[in-house]
């Protein structure tokens, strides 16, 4: 009786809380400063030249192997990653960093072919539905592109942003190409897809996306391509007593996104 009721009650205070509105949050300037530094501090690590271009190829030889034979078949190898400055954790007040890289294997399939679909992206609200809802280039000079995605993530709540991004794309070589997407503005949108849609205000919002960086990397061998994407996300920090409405969502969405985007691409490239 006591177990019943107990499992009752955490239900009810579950329902209640989602049927709350999450407090909003405040972006504040020294939590973008610390994103900024964290951000600084994983490109100086990849555009160091004694670094393997794929992440796999940095692991011991044992969990290299491993990853590689898995990844062959047909498999998708993800990890979280930390970045540290001078071998100290960066702190992030007020905020939270997810920091995961994925790695895919498309046999058969080219560079050229996954930088394609990747650049696609008026394409993209129909390839990585539902995580993304609307698409569209807004501007293009050669491999620079500017970029709108409306992202629809869903998780007990249910969080719609409208985001603008800057990426470049960079041929290094004939069997490789990678790419930096920044986020250049991030804003939830309450009520979408009704009359009442509108924009919360930047950086005073649920605080589920605040900045999202990626990183993708393509290298041709073994007969196909591997693709690469290390994602950095800004959210906010769990809020005492909403640990439930709010912490699964923050914590689990930025690897769950990931995984999708990364087994979508592979699908669309035609692979397993």
Same mark, same amino acid.
């Given at each position: 009786?006591?177990?019943?009721?107990?499992?009752? #009650?955490?239900? +009810?205070?579950?329902?209640?809380?989602?049927?709350?509105?999450?407090?909003?949050?405040?972006?504040?300037?020294?939590?973008?400063?610390? +994103?900024?530094?964290?951000?600084?501090?994983?490109?100086?690590?990849?555009?160091?030249?004694?670094?393997? =271009? *794929?992440?796999?190829?940095?692991?011991?030889? &044992?969990?290299?192997?491993?990853? *590689?034979?898995?990844?062959?078949?047909?498999?998708?190898?993800?990890?979280?990653?930390?970045?540290?400055?001078?071998?100290?954790?960066?702190?992030?007040?007020?905020?939270?960093?997810?920091?995961?890289?994925?790695?895919? =294997?498309?046999?058969?399939?080219?560079?050229?072919?996954?930088?394609?679909?990747?650049?696609?992206?008026?394409?993209?609200?129909?390839? @990585?539905?539902?995580? !993304? &809802?609307?698409?569209?280039?807004?501007?293009?000079? %050669?491999?620079?592109?500017?970029?709108?995605?409306?992202? @629809?993530?869903?998780? =007990?709540?249910?969080? !719609?942003?409208?985001?603008?991004?800057?990426?470049?794309?960079?041929?290094? &070589?004939?069997?490789?190409?990678?790419?930096?997407?920044?986020?250049?503005?991030?804003?939830?949108?309450?009520?979408?897809?009704?009359?009442?849609?509108?924009?919360?205000?930047?950086?005073?919002?649920? #605080?589920?996306?605040?900045? *999202?960086?990626?990183?993708?990397?393509?290298?041709?061998?073994?007969?196909?391509?591997?693709?690469?994407?290390?994602?950095?996300?800004?959210?906010?920090?769990?809020?005492? %007593?909403?640990? *439930?409405?709010?912490?699964? +969502?923050?914590?689990?969405?930025?690897?769950?996104?990931?995984? +999708?985007?990364?087994?979508?691409?592979?699908?669309?490239?035609?692979?397993?």
């Amino acid at each position: 009786m006591t177990t019943f009721s107990s499992r009752r #009650g955490l239900v +009810f205070v579950l329902l209640f809380l989602l049927a709350t509105p999450v407090v909003a949050a405040d972006l504040e300037e020294k939590t973008v400063a610390a +994103f900024d530094r964290y951000v600084r501090e994983t490109e100086r690590r990849l555009d160091a030249r004694d670094q393997p =271009f *794929l992440w796999v190829d940095s692991l011991p030889a &044992a969990k290299k192997k491993k990853a *590689l034979d898995s990844l062959r078949q047909g498999g998708l190898v993800i990890e979280p990653l930390k970045t540290k400055a001078n071998g100290r954790d960066i702190d992030i007040d007020d905020g939270l960093v997810h920091h995961w890289v994925g790695v895919v =294997f498309v046999r058969g399939k080219t560079v050229a072919q996954a930088v394609s679909l990747l650049q696609d992206y008026d394409r993209h609200q129909d390839i @990585y539905k539902p995580n !993304v &809802a609307r698409s569209k280039t807004r501007s293009r000079d %050669g491999d620079r592109l500017k970029l709108y995605l409306r992202f @629809y993530m869903k998780k =007990f709540l249910t969080v !719609v942003v409208n985001s603008e991004h800057e990426a470049v794309f960079t041929r290094e &070589a004939p069997d490789r190409a990678s790419s930096r997407i920044r986020s250049t503005r991030i804003a939830e949108v309450e009520n979408p897809d009704t009359p009442e849609e509108r924009e919360l205000p930047v950086g005073h919002d649920g #605080g589920y996306l605040w900045r *999202l960086n990626s990183y993708w990397r393509f290298l041709e061998r073994d007969g196909g391509v591997y693709v690469q994407c290390e994602s950095i996300t800004l959210t906010r920090g769990i809020p005492w %007593g909403l640990g *439930l409405a709010v912490g699964p +969502f923050v914590t689990s969405i930025p690897k769950e996104t990931l995984t +999708f985007t990364l087994e979508t691409t592979r699908k669309a490239l035609g692979g397993p």
